[in-house]
């Protein structure tokens, strides 16, 4: 081999493992995201089955509207102590009463504020 072919294959070996390494760098951070992800996409199934199975419709409104909770809330329902960095608000309308219209809108927002994520899950609950 020359020394020209020794600098040509180093170059093109370099080229490939910058890029490999680029590649690694990309996945490491959506695989971090994709697990803050699930867990905020928990926290929030959790709230809004909790708030489902509520058994007085009319209290809904007054019992979860406006509700925040962190991994620090001691009554935190379903618990978020395992969830550090993470903030839970809950959203509660009521459309009706009337005859036609009566139903209850629930969303629930999940933060996570080291990486600025943000899910929101929403449930409609019929007057029964």
């Known amino acids: 081999m020359t020394l020209i072919e020794v600098i040509i294959a180093v170059m093109i070996l370099s080229g490939v493992l910058i890029g490999l390494s680029n590649f690694t760098r990309r996945f490491q951070h ?45 009554g935190a329902n379903p618990s978020m102590s395992n969830a550090p960095g993470y903030s839970r608000t809950t959203s509660v309308v009521r459309t009706g009463p009337s005859a036609t219209q009566d139903y209850v809108t629930v969303t629930v927002t999940v933060t996570q504020a080291a990486i600025g994520m943000t899910i929101r899950k929403s449930l409609v609950i019929a007057a029964f």
Do not use: C, Q
């Open 30 to 74: 959506l695989t971090s995201n994709h697990d803050a992800l699930a867990i905020a996409s928990e926290l929030a199934t959790g709230r809004l089955e909790v708030v489902n199975l509520h058994r007085r419709y009319s209290t809904l409104v007054a019992t979860f509207d406006g509700t925040t909770e962190t991994s620090a809330t001691s």
